[in-house]
């Protein structure tokens, strides 16, 4: 996979030294010598991964830019890689807590380097695939600009479910101290490991199982993939932090566990998996208003189009028969002329509580638009279609509708035309036969059903 690298030095020897090794792993790479232009440059070009040193000369150093970048709505969802000979506790916990992904130290051990640019890169990927598709739903309309906060700013509330996988009580209890001031902490096989996880801590050194099946099989699972992992591995022990890292570990932390680190990775993981979960509910929802019906929660007509044809074709085939019923609510012109339209939308309301009650979890129940409706029914003759039909045009006219914002119990009646496909139709044809099915049923006194070339794929 490519990707774009902007790497941070104020030393050109250093520069020239990453470009070379992220160049020959097919990396793209940008350059930048100060921490300004690195903000500038990364709000501009929108890389993949950032590679940002400590220590530059005049201006701001890499904590700074860092944080600049983590604040400015453009840049804060690139993960940054804090790479520097400052190897002390304190830099590391500032770098992470500044908000950085990772903190790595010079020389930069080249295997470390690609494993973890190549996990971040990855995960950059599967944000930029939802804010895409976010984007887009944008500018169809799907998503309103105000349906929720800003997801960047609701994922600030860091308090989450934290499960731990370990076997070594000293370290689940330094793990507890740690997390546990800002975060709900669980060890897998208690009692109280019930709550859905936002961050599991696997430790890879344990004794009693293997922690990289654990990871394995968190990656592979549905309802786990997309958990962030934060693996505990031995220190210099470079092969088996790789290797959780191929396997889908989103982090590392080396033994013993500093407290402050286990804190700024934790709300790091946390914070991202927040976001991926905010843009990933605004995309369901928005995947549900592009196909529901606002009034009445049927399906709408870009639905049923998208249904129709495969069906058809389908049937055409060979397959299953399908029929489909075309619905019209009789006189409704005189109940919006004389009630009003809100009274109307309250009858098309109704209409829908009862047509859902009596069609099958298998029928699609969508409105065309005004007081038409049309329900797909798959692996249905016309006999069964005009059958359902009847018994739905009696649950209509057999009580009058009775709702609040109705001045009066209300008569209603429905006319519907019935069409099953035959060998030759396409969507089109047989949508044309089910209309002047309806035709015929309203021309012959409304309140009844009538089929079309109901029985030929009987
Ligand atoms: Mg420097």
New binding site residues.
Partial sequence: MSARILVV???EA?RRLLEAKLTAEYYDVLLASRGEEAVQLAKRERPDLILL????PGGIDGFEACRRLKAQPETRHIPVVICTTLDDRESKVRGLQAGAEEFLTKPIDDVHLMARAKSLVGLKVVIDELRAREANGRKLGVIGEDLRPDPVEQHRLVAGNVLVVDDNATQIKRIRSALGAEHRVAVLGDEDAKAAPDLVVVSVTARSFDGFRVIARMRSGEPTRHLPILAVVDPDDRARAVRALELGAHDIIVRPIDEEEIVARARTLMRRKRYMDALRHRLDQSLELAITDQLTGLYNRRFFEAQIAPLVQRAQCGGDPVSVMLIDLDHFKRINDTLGHDAGDVVLREFTVRLASNVRPSDFACRQGGEEFVVIMPRTTGDIACLAAERLRRSICAAPFHAPGLPAPLDVTVSIGVACASADDTAETLMKRADEALYEAKRAGRNRVMGKGASQAA
């Fill in positions: 030095d104020d030393l250093n040193d400590v220590m530059m």
